[in-house]
T-cell receptor, first 116, second 112 residues
């Protein structure tokens, strides 16, 4: 595709529900990043994939958060038993990372999650 | 560890005036530096980046930034503000293909 796409764009969940957020990176991009952006704040790193390998998940706030990228393209961020503090915009970014590239990350429009 | 400080959570300028958004970083290794812009309900769009080489980098929409190692700064400027520049601006640092560390952002308002 032309850019990074994310779905759904908006998600309202009742506290305790599980949610799944999808990211379609730019075709051919090796690296994929998830960030969480709370209202009025800058994005904060959650987790990072290179192809299908999850290289860093140090930013995941709790074991309720889980991410996967099984075939090295589409990624899903899953949040189990959602809490109100999970309300945020979840941003996905991809980068080419082809050795010698400038490592520019391209961002999707985000999924705004509201937990009620 | 890397960190970014953006001075001023909100900057207001008149249309046609100089835009100056401040960014200072902390990094133990040579940094890669970025400025992103975010319009309401949209993702982040890259304005410009510094990786290596020339310290004055030019980006889209007439923006530019200068990497000053001695001051650990990467301030964003534009000579003449336009109404369409009103948005949230984020400075970020990385070590290459690593997660970005963002500042808290600066909201730019442009007054007619």
């Amino acid at each position: 595709g032309a850019g990074v796409s994310q779905s759904p764009r908006y998600k309202v969940a009742k506290r305790g529900q599980d949610v799944a957020l999808r990211c379609d990176p730019i075709s051919g991009h090796v690296s994929l990043f998830w960030y969480q952006q709370a209202l009025g704040q800058g994005p904060e790193f959650l987790t990072y994939f290179q192809n299908e390998a999850q290289l860093d998940k140090s930013g995941l706030p709790s074991d309720r958060f889980f991410a996967e990228r099984p075939e090295g393209s589409v990624s899903t961020l899953k949040i189990q038993r959602t809490q109100q503090e999970d309300s945020a915009v979840y941003l996905c970014a991809s980068s080419l990372f082809a050795g010698g590239s400038s490592y520019e990350q391209y961002f999707g429009p985000g999924t705004r999650l509201t937990v009620t | 560890a890397q960190s970014v400080t953006q001075l001023g959570s909100h900057v207001s300028v008149s249309e046609g005036a100089l835009v100056l958004l401040r960014c200072n970083y902390s990094s133990s290794v040579p940094p890669y530096l970025f400025w992103y812009v975010q319009y309401p309900n949209q993702g982040l769009q890259l304005l410009l980046k510094y990786t290596t080489g020339a310290t004055l980098v030019k980006g889209i929409n007439g923006f530019e930034a200068e990497f000053k190692k001695s001051e650990t700064s990467f301030h964003l400027t534009k000579p003449s503000a336009h109404m369409s520049d009103a948005a949230e601006y984020f400075c970020a640092v990385s070590q290459g293909n690593t997660p970005l560390v963002f500042g808290k952002g600066t909201r730019l308002s442009v007054i007619a």
